[in-house]
């Protein structure tokens, strides 16, 4: 009998144990949404914490098997950029989607923009009535490659709040991934220090100098001022002077019946875990 009762407590401290736990499992779970995807890649939304002004904070996450990759905002010589659809989304005036630095991935397709092994991308959210609940539903149309590349979808649904959230630190690492805005010129130990455009044929050719530490990686990035623009991904040139290094790509790839000269480009600049982006006209 002793034994019976001692087994009964036991049991009821074990259960008492797990329904405590549960409603910290619970608050576990409203962090983030389901995943939705397969073995390839799968899509959720994550929850962060409240940010200035009553933005809320949050993350589209992007899980990448061994291998595969997916794009940037510009794919490069091949790729598709994700699509983000909040349209369905409840009580959200503007939703902003930050991009972090990206990578240049080069194979016998050419040259492509993204990344691999996974992605957050940092979101910041606008309720319209910050008094009121407000919930996110993602659409998202995104690619992914490993040797052959594959369209993919996922959906998402997540209600945020304004409180703590287990991913925020994760978030705020995103956030630092993300190129910090300039100006050509800046004093600072990444930059662009110039954009010049030299005559060419059959295109005039724009030269990037930068500035970086001597043995640093490097890569730059050009976009147009909109997403039909296609522009070459620039490239290491020499001829640099003391203390600078040198891009330059041909102004070529602006949408039929578009004048390229005089357009106003985006440089982003990426060095290991900097970044730096910069809105230039080349002159």
């Known amino acids: 009998m002793a034994a019976l009762i001692l087994r009964q407590c036991v049991s009821t401290a074990a259960l008492g144990v ?92 050419g040259a492509s923009i993204g990344y691999k092994g996974g992605v957050m991308f940092p979101i910041h959210v606008v309720p319209e009535n910050s008094r009121r609940p407000t919930t996110l539903r993602l659409a998202l149309d995104y690619a992914i490659c490993e040797k052959l590349c594959v369209p993919a979808r996922g959906q998402a649904k997540l209600e945020l709040s304004s409180t703590p959230s287990q991913h925020a630190s994760r978030l705020a690492a995103a956030e630092l991934e993300v190129p910090k805005e300039a100006r050509v010129g800046d004093a600072a130990p990444l930059g662009i220090a110039a954009v010049r455009l030299e005559p060419g044929q059959p295109h005039p050719r724009v030269i990037v100098e930068v500035t970086a530490p001597a043995a640093a990686p490097l890569d730059l990035f050009a976009e147009g001022p909109t997403a039909d623009w296609s522009l070459p991904l620039p490239e290491p040139v020499p001829g640099a002077p003391p203390g600078k290094r040198r891009f330059a790509f041909d102004l070529d790839g602006a949408p039929p019946g578009v004048e390229a000269v005089g357009a106003r480009l985006r440089f982003t600049l990426v060095s290991g875990g900097s970044a730096v982006e910069v809105t230039a006209v080349p002159e």
């Open 18 to 109: 797990l329904l405590a736990s549960t409603p910290n499992l619970a608050a576990r779970a409203a962090d983030s949404s389901l995943w939705d995807g397969d073995a390839r890649s799968a899509v959720r939304l994550v929850a962060g914490s409240s940010g200035a002004n009553g933005v809320l904070r949050a993350g589209v996450e992007i899980r990448l098997a061994t291998g595969w990759k997916t794009y940037w905002r510009y794919p490069g010589d091949s790729g598709v950029p994700p699509a983000f659809d909040f349209s369905k989304s409840e009580n959200v005036k503007a939703v902003s989607i930050l991009w972090p630095a990206p990578h240049r991935f080069t194979d016998e397709g």
